[in-house]
């Protein structure tokens, strides 16, 4: 099983605004266009994006879009990921994941894990109910 990478915003008052599944590890290409996608789900001009110490959050492409796009990184004291939110979310997902896994597995079903997080994630989304806080 190819391992996926998961990208997701969350805001205190809409829960999930946005997602991205890739295979592998997230590079600067899929952030950037993950970046266009939070962008065009947010009714704000500018806004601020708690990001963790992820390399790819500081690369020069990165930042360049940033700017662009007016979304101001406010990244997370290296280490600390108590202090970031999306954390407990994907807890969450996690636990869910793995119950759900385990349900197909035990009754011989096929697995598709990318189908299972999409599933999970869509019981939480609260897209286009854009306001600025």
């Known amino acids: 099983m190819e391992p ?3 990208i997701a915003a969350i805001e205190k008052e809409r829960g999930l605004v946005a997602y991205a599944i890739h295979n592998r590890s997230i590079n600067s290409e899929n952030f950037v266009a993950f970046l266009d996608e939070l962008k065009e789900h947010m009714s704000c001009p500018e806004f601020g994006l708690y990001l963790d110490n992820l390399s ?3 690369t ?3 930042k360049q879009k ?3 796009l007016k979304i101001y990184p406010i990244y997370n004291i290296p280490y600390s990921p ?4 999306i954390e407990s979310y ?3 997902v996690k636990g869910e994941y793995k119950k759900r896994w385990m349900q197909l597995y035990v009754k ?3 697995i598709d894990p990318e189908a299972i997080i999409r599933q999970i994630l869509e019981v939480n989304v609260h897209f286009w109910n854009n306001k600025c806080i």
Do not use: T
């Not at 108590?82 to 939110?85: A, K, S, T």
């Open 60 to 62: 020069k492409k990165v």
């Open 82 to 85: 108590d202090f970031n939110g």
């Open 90 to 92: 994907f807890s969450q």
């Open 56 to 58: 790819v959050h500081k």
């Open 108 to 110: 011989g079903e096929p």
């Open 66 to 68: 940033l700017e662009e």
């Open 4 to 6: 996926l990478a998961l």
